[in-house]
């Protein structure tokens, strides 16, 4: 499996009286025009998934729906286990129906996405320290069984970069 690891976009900046419940903070016009950009870098690059995975939070769920339209790549579903108040080794278990997918996207938020990364990386999710930018893509390959330590690093990559490939 090709396990594309995917940072929300630039979000407004927290605050609890624009925004009393955080996972309504939405994506800001500068960081879904951003995206756009690196979603069409991602499209130019033949970068396809089977399957999107987010966070249920807006300004995740905004940048999967980014994704869909503008890569090209399926439609979000659900998945609790990208929130940031979740634990990393839940995300792993979230990936168990999918072991037979070829490539699976999953869309959600910092600290969790790299303590992910690090987890499937190192079987540590403290150990690997990639920094996700938003709007950052990393791609590992993880064979089935799919466990914490069994993936293997094939690229990482800020959105300066997806935004250059789409010319």
């Known amino acids: 499996m090709q396990l594309y690891l995917v940072r929300h976009a630039i979000a407004g900046d927290h605050d609890p009286v624009a925004w009393p419940d955080d996972r309504e903070r939405p994506l800001t016009t500068e960081g879904i025009k951003r995206f756009r950009q690196a979603a069409r870098g991602l499209r130019a690059l033949q970068v396809t998934v089977d399957r999107v995975l987010s966070s249920r939070y807006v300004r995740a769920w905004q940048t999967a729906e980014i994704l869909s339209t503008v890569a090209r790549w399926p439609a979000p579903e659900p998945c609790p286990a990208l929130e940031s108040d979740r634990s990393p080794s839940e995300a792993v278990a979230a990936l168990q129906p999918y072991a037979g997918t070829p490539a699976l996207a999953m869309v959600g938020h910092e600290p969790h996405l790299h303590e992910l990364a690090s987890l499937l990386l190192?079987?540590?999710?403290?150990?690997?320290?990639?920094?996700?930018?938003?709007?950052?893509?990393a791609c590992l390959h993880l064979e089935a069984p799919l466990r914490a330590g069994a993936a293997t690093l094939l690229w990482h990559t800020p959105p300066r970069l997806l935004r250059a490939a789409a010319g």
Do not use: C, H, I, N
Request: aromatic share 6%.
């Open 122 to 137: 190192t079987a540590d999710g403290g150990r690997a320290a990639l920094e996700f930018r938003k709007g950052g893509v």
